[in-house]
């Protein structure tokens, strides 16, 4: 079973996001358990603090050290990264990360046994968590939230749908974009006809082989007119 912790300043945040679908299957599995961690219950002087004034000036506040390794070494056992139980992860997200794509949620959904993911706020984390505590720096794009909230929410769903028997034997992720490094082809669904646009005949026939080569011809139009970077290997990671 895959363990994932998450800490947060904001555990409210996270409510019933991994109580719906595949998530809310797969903890009811056992295939994953999932915490959510304050980490104010960390903060252990008089004000609970959890953030300060940057050092060198500047806007903002900036998540301290104290409370986050006394989590890890809670959660963890050592905040000694050598020290760490074998496929232990402590992912940062960070708009400073490494881009998270669909073969880092493959490789975590084949290997990790424990990811411990650290939500920052305000201006991010002190960077000795980075540099000490710190396994996997990872960015879930090129754009700033105000929290690493939705990122964890994010990796954990994009992870957690790909563990073995997390589908269902009805649904398998084969096909899904990313995964052979295109796009999804089109879906259909019934009436066949809705307001006049109708659905492409090829799909009606019940001619598997033809289908079959439809979809892979569509898959690749949608991926050269929407991600060529897959098709060229800009993106490096495909
Ligand atoms: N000053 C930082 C941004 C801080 S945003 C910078 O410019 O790099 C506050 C927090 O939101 C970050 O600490 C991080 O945990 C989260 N966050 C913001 N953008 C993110 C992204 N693209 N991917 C993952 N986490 C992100």
Same mark, same amino acid.
Request: glycine fraction near 8%; proline fraction near 5%.
């Given at each position: 079973?895959?363990?994932?912790?998450?800490?947060?300043?904001?555990?409210?945040?996270?409510?019933?996001?991994?109580?719906?679908?595949?998530?809310?299957?797969?903890?009811?599995?056992?295939?994953?358990?999932?915490?959510?961690?304050?980490?104010?219950?960390?903060?252990?002087?008089?004000?609970?603090?959890?953030?300060?004034?940057?050092?060198?000036?500047?806007?903002?506040?900036?998540?301290?050290?104290?409370?986050?390794?006394?989590?890890? @070494?809670?959660? %963890? /056992?050592?905040?000694?990264? &050598?020290?760490?139980?074998?496929?232990?992860? #402590?992912?940062?997200? !960070?708009?400073?990360?490494?881009?998270?794509?669909?073969?880092?949620?493959?490789?975590?959904?084949?290997?990790?046994?424990?990811?411990?993911?650290?939500?920052?706020?305000?201006?991010?984390?002190?960077?000795?968590?980075?540099?000490?505590?710190?396994?996997? @720096?990872?960015? %879930? /794009?090129?754009?700033?939230? &105000?929290?690493?909230?939705?990122?964890?929410? #994010?990796?954990?769903? !994009?992870?957690?749908?790909?563990?073995?028997?997390?589908?269902?034997?009805?649904?398998?992720?084969?096909?899904?974009?990313?995964?052979?490094?295109?796009?999804?082809?089109?879906?259909?669904?019934?009436?066949?006809?809705?307001?006049?646009?109708?659905?492409? @005949?090829?799909?009606?026939?019940?001619?598997?082989?033809?289908?079959?080569?439809?979809?892979?011809?569509?898959?690749?139009?949608?991926?050269?007119?929407?991600?060529?970077?897959?098709?060229?290997?800009?993106?490096?990671?495909?």
């Amino acid at each position: 079973m895959l363990k994932i912790d998450v800490l947060t300043i904001f555990p409210e945040f996270f409510g019933q996001v991994f109580d719906f679908g595949i998530i809310r299957r797969a903890k009811l599995a056992e295939i994953v358990e999932i915490n959510v961690h304050d980490l104010r219950d960390y903060a252990f002087d008089k004000h609970r603090m959890v953030d300060d004034r940057p050092f060198g000036g500047g806007d903002g506040m900036v998540l301290k050290c104290e409370p986050i390794f006394a989590a890890i @070494e809670n959660l %963890i /056992g050592t905040s000694e990264r &050598s020290e760490y139980p074998a496929l232990t992860h #402590v992912v940062l997200l !960070s708009p400073q990360g490494k881009p998270f794509k669909q073969t880092d949620a493959q490789a975590f959904a084949d290997d990790a046994k424990h990811i411990v993911m650290i939500c920052g706020r305000y201006e991010g984390v002190d960077e000795r968590v980075n540099e000490t505590l710190v396994t996997d @720096e990872i960015s %879930i /794009g090129d754009y700033v939230l &105000s929290g690493g909230e939705p990122a964890a929410i #994010v990796i954990a769903d !994009s992870i957690v749908r790909l563990l073995p028997n997390a589908l269902g034997s009805d649904t398998s992720a084969e096909n899904d974009s990313f995964s052979d490094g295109l796009l999804d082809c089109p879906h259909y669904t019934r009436p066949a006809n809705f307001r006049g646009m109708s659905v492409p @005949e090829v799909l009606l026939n019940g001619n598997h082989a033809e289908i079959g080569k439809w979809r892979s011809i569509k898959a690749l139009e949608k991926t050269r007119a929407n991600r060529s970077d897959l098709l060229t290997g800009e993106n490096g990671e495909m």
